[in-house]
């Protein structure tokens, strides 16, 4: 393993968020006070609580799962589209490293940003709602692999966009609507029945449920399913990724 | 002189069919400095990708050192530095960050000794903290440079280092590579401008669709190839050579006040001095006498006309 290149492609990439970082920390300190004064405050008045617990408290795991997943989405396709738009791509292909050092570098660093924007909104929201956290451990291992496989997602779109019109098409037309639609701020037993068999194909739905599991205790698919999906998941991007380096798809003539 | 990099029968057909490489081989000894010539499209960009890990070879081997640059692709990787054709930099970065960056990504602990050398030797030392956006082009080459030997490569591949750049800079970039030599880096550059190839090279390779015609020493390849001229400048326009001089490879200049005799100068005879005498017996006034001498130029365009297109 070449460590010093997969740390020097982090330090690179890191070193571009810190640059933005007050963007990068008001941002989500924004949206997410803005989540609450909208969703918290004008639709709590009218939802007291879901399953016992309050809709503000709610609402959090969602938010965050939300952010973390367009964050290291977009922070993984832009880190690995830009070397494309650039040209500078040729030194990755030049250097004397392997695939799995370049995405360990790539996706880190994606990772990274998303873990510290989610912890950015689990802090803020502290500010609005009382949150109590039953399975910090399962919380912390949710988010993780949730801000890791999407960023190795991330990096897939960046690698397939030839355009910066591709780079937005899949977070915006696909990623987005399956994260609102996947019970971010609802459950899904508020649903009519025949809509909460549709849901159960949206991959985000066991995300979301695992994740709120481990803040309440309460979910909307056995937790175990949750753990499976997101696990799957992970090992099916990283299977791609494989290809995509073995064969060049995109990157190598 | 060992070699430091052989390719042995190398061949790239891309996906739609076109053959960019029909074979080449090739070895390089280790500190001397080749220069590719060929016109666009003829194959030179797609050499050095395919020695650099950019394109994968159809066939053939190339090892660098004795490394496989497929096997072995760590070791044989670690030794080259590549200065792309194309100005490809992160803009927003400084100058110094994007070096160190290189550095590292070539498996290199950071020094910063020797970083500071690098950019003091391509004068870029004082603009280090510089973002890349805010450098003028010439920079913005000589920090592929500084970026390309930020590892301590020990071959070097300049694919056309001097495309656009003006002729003070081109004469620095000479330096630079005449300082690069002394150091003991082989270099390979490629080029259209056959003064550069001239002026630096060692040696002189000439390609042209897809196959090396010939890789020769330079001075060798001009001796050989290498024809002399003598136009003499007549005193009064003639309408044809006289029959005296029929025996002498003499053409008439354009006007016909002009005589011009092509020779070699290897010959045992060069034929000029009975050429002067048959143009005083053919009763013709001389006013002047030039000697030319063909260049790299004139030699190449001769071998790639030569060429089936």
């Known amino acids: 393993m070449n460590w010093t290149a997969i740390w020097a492609i982090y330090k690179f990439e890191m070193q571009r968020f810190f640059r933005t970082l007050m963007q990068s920390f008001l941002s989500p300190v924004l949206s997410t006070s803005l989540y609450f004064v909208v969703f918290g405050a004008a639709i709590g008045s009218r939802i007291d609580e879901v399953e016992g617990v309050s809709y503000g408290a709610f609402i959090v795991p969602g938010l965050i799962m939300l952010s973390v997943i367009t964050q290291a989405i977009s922070n993984a396709s832009f880190g690995i589209y ?62 993780l692999l949730t801000c890791l496989s999407f960023a190795l997602m991330g990096f ?72 499976l999906a997101i696990a799957g998941f992970t090992a099916l991007c990283l299977g791609f990724i494989w290809w995509i380096f073995k064969t060049g798809w995109r990157i190598r003539a | 002189m060992t070699a430091i990099l052989t390719i042995t029968d190398l061949k790239k057909t891309y996906d739609d069919g076109f053959k960019a490489l029909k074979g080449v081989s090739l070895t390089i000894e280790r500190g001397e400095i080749l220069a590719l010539l060929g016109p666009n499209g003829a194959g030179k960009t797609t050499l050095i990708s395919t020695i650099c890990g950019m394109v994968t070879p159809t066939s053939g081997t190339v090892t660098v050192d004795g ?45 910063d000794a020797h970083i500071e050398s690098v950019l003091r030797k391509l004068s870029l030392w004082d603009k280090k903290d510089t973002q890349i956006t805010a450098l003028s082009g010439g920079m913005k080459r000589r920090v592929l440079i500084a970026k390309a030997l930020s590892h301590e490569p020990r071959i070097l591949f300049l694919d056309e280092p001097t495309a ?15 300082d690069l030599k002394a150091d003991g880096v082989t270099i390979i550059l490629t080029t259209h401008y056959i003064e550069e190839a001239e002026a630096i090279a060692d040696r002189v390779g000439v390609i042209t669709h897809g196959e090396l015609l010939l890789v020769q020493d330079k001075e060798t390849l001009m001796a050989q190839m290498g024809k002399k001229q003598i136009e003499v400048q007549l005193g009064e326009a003639i309408k044809a050579i006289p029959e005296s001089l029929a025996r002498f490879d003499v053409k008439l200049g354009e006007g016909g006040d002009s005589l011009v005799y092509t020779y070699d100068t290897h010959g045992e005879r060069t034929g000029i001095t009975g050429l002067l005498v048959a143009l005083a017996e053919a009763g013709l006034v001389l006013r002047d006498v030039q000697t030319r001498q063909s260049s790299l130029e004139d030699i190449f365009v001769d071998l790639v006309d030569g060429e089936p297109a």
């Open chain 1, 156 to 227: 897939i779109i960046g690698i397939w966009a030839e355009n910066f019109e591709q780079l937005q098409l899949v977070p915006l037309l696909i990623v987005t609507p399956l994260i609102f639609l996947g019970g971010s701020f609802y459950s899904i037993s508020m649903l009519p029945p025949v809509w909460q068999t549709i849901t159960l194909f949206n991959p985000v739905v066991y995300l979301i449920s695992g994740f709120r599991w481990s803040f309440f205790g309460l979910a909307d698919v056995p937790i175990g399913l949750s753990l």
């Open chain 2, 67 to 111: 490394h496989d640059t497929q096997a072995d692709y760590r070791a044989a990787r670690a030794m080259i530095g590549l200065v792309p054709q194309e100005i490809a930099l992160q803009p927003f970065e400084t100058v110094i960050n994007t070096v160190r960056f290189s550095r590292g990504l070539f498996g290199k602990a950071r020094n």
């Open chain 1, 82 to 143: 830009f070397p494309k738009f650039t040209g500078t791509i040729y030194e990755l292909l030049s250097a004397p490293v392997n695939f799995l050092e370049i995405v360990f570098g790539y996706v880190g660093a994606a990772a990274t940003k998303a873990l510290f924007i989610g912890v950015v909104i689990l802090f803020t929201a502290q500010f609005f709602v009382d949150l109590t956290i039953a399975h910090p451990l399962a919380m912390v291992l949710f988010l």
């Open chain 2, 164 to 178: 656009g750049v003006d002729v003070a800079l081109r004469k620095d970039m000479w330096d630079t590579v005449a």
